[in-house]
């Protein structure tokens, strides 16, 4: 299996934009996690899936945050309108139950507002 | 909701041994520690995880006494390319929930020195 892969590696948008980030995690995982890291807050959970269900959305800052998993092979981050405050690496990561805390990360995307 | 406690930094030499310390008074009954290892650019990436005494691998070893209030991870002669942000985490292996979220602290960053 070639990992968790996100796409784009990295994105640079206006603000006001709507920016999507995506990630394909690894096959038969049930867990899926967005995470977006800052110098300054570290790494945050944003929302977690499972089977396909978001389970907990409470680490997504605002309403301009919304992700979605169509299905166990895809899911996507979208920020709409793009704020500067929203720069960070976002990193995609996927774990199969059993195992829930052995995750595995996507390289992420860079995401630069400007 | 289990929080940990680790050291901002640490500097050592290559060759030498490394222990990084973590504290985590609050672990439940369920809760397994994990350690990750994050270099710079790259996603956390899982080195190892344990209950209760010692768990070795061909990276690390974590070090657990009986109360399990805090966990040591041991690094055998280091090198350079151990350099990175090294994570401890608790939470329950097996099942993921929001009542035992991983969360991700500041993180221990060690720096290897030739």
């Known amino acids: 299996d070639a990992g968790v892969i996100q796409s784009p590696r990295h994105e640079v948008t206006e603000m006001g934009q709507e920016v999507t980030l995506r990630c394909k995690p690894i096959?038969?995982?049930?867990?899926l996690f967005w995470y977006r890291q800052t110098m300054m807050r570290g790494l945050e959970l944003l929302i977690y899936?499972?089977?396909?269900?978001?389970?907990?959305d409470s680490g997504m800052p605002e309403d301009r945050f919304s992700a979605k998993m169509p299905n166990a092979s895809f899911s996507t981050l979208k920020i709409q309108p793009s704020e500067p405050r929203d720069s960070a690496v976002y990193f995609c990561?996927?774990?199969?139950?059993?195992?829930?805390?052995?995750?595995?990360f996507g390289q992420g995307t860079r995401l630069t507002v400007v | 909701l289990a929080k940990t406690t680790q050291p901002i930094s640490m500097d050592s030499y290559e060759g030498q041994e490394v222990n990084i310390t973590c504290s985590h008074n609050?672990?439940?009954?369920?809760?397994?520690i994990t350690w990750y290892q994050q270099f710079p650019s790259q996603g956390p990436r899982f080195i190892i995880q344990?209950?209760?005494t010692k768990v070795t691998n061909e990276v690390a070893s974590l070090f657990i006494p009986a109360d399990r209030k805090s966990s040591t991870l041991s690094l055998p002669r280091v090198s350079l390319s151990d350099t990175a942000v090294y994570y401890c985490?608790?939470?329950?292996?097996?099942?993921?929930?929001?009542?035992?979220?991983?969360?991700f602290g500041s993180g221990t960053r060690l720096s290897i020195r030739p």
């Open positions: 990561a996927s774990s199969f139950a059993g195992r829930a805390t052995e995750a595995f």
């Open positions: 096959s038969g995982h049930d867990y």
């Open positions: 899936f499972n089977n396909n269900v978001p389970i907990d």
């Open positions: 609050n672990i439940a009954t369920n809760d397994y």
């Open positions: 344990g209950y209760k």
């Open positions: 985490l608790v939470g329950d292996k097996i099942r993921y929930s929001s009542a035992s979220k991983i969360i």
